[in-house]
């Protein structure tokens, strides 16, 4: 290990999280947000490939775009709620 036990931490915290996104990507599943499409696998391949990459830009690249997954299954998610009220 090179380098402060921060650096460290922040490395091994995203190789985590990317290989933990690698893996929905491939397997097509990502808890917290259920069965994904190919849109959303190619997305988690991309952002887990990013996360693994032990760079602070690459980093951050990968948080914003896991973030925006996030984001987008949330804003489908109370719109279908919405939209069941009025069935």
């Not at 097509?28 to 190919?38: E, M, Q, R, S």
């Not at 990459?53 to 987008?72: A, K, L, S």
Request: proline share 1%; hydrophobic share 55%; glycine share 10%.
């Amino acid at each position: 290990f090179d380098g402060d036990w921060l650096t460290i931490l922040n490395a091994i915290c995203t190789a985590f999280i990317g290989v933990a996104l690698l893996a929905s990507g491939i397997e097509g599943y990502l808890i917290g947000i259920g069965i994904l499409n190919t849109l959303y696998k190619i997305i988690c391949i991309v952002a887990g490939l990013l996360l693994i990459i032990p760079e602070n830009v690459t980093n951050i690249m990968g948080i914003v775009i896991t973030g925006f997954i996030f984001i987008v299954h949330a804003a489908h998610k109370k719109e279908r709620s919405f939209l069941t009220k009025f069935k």
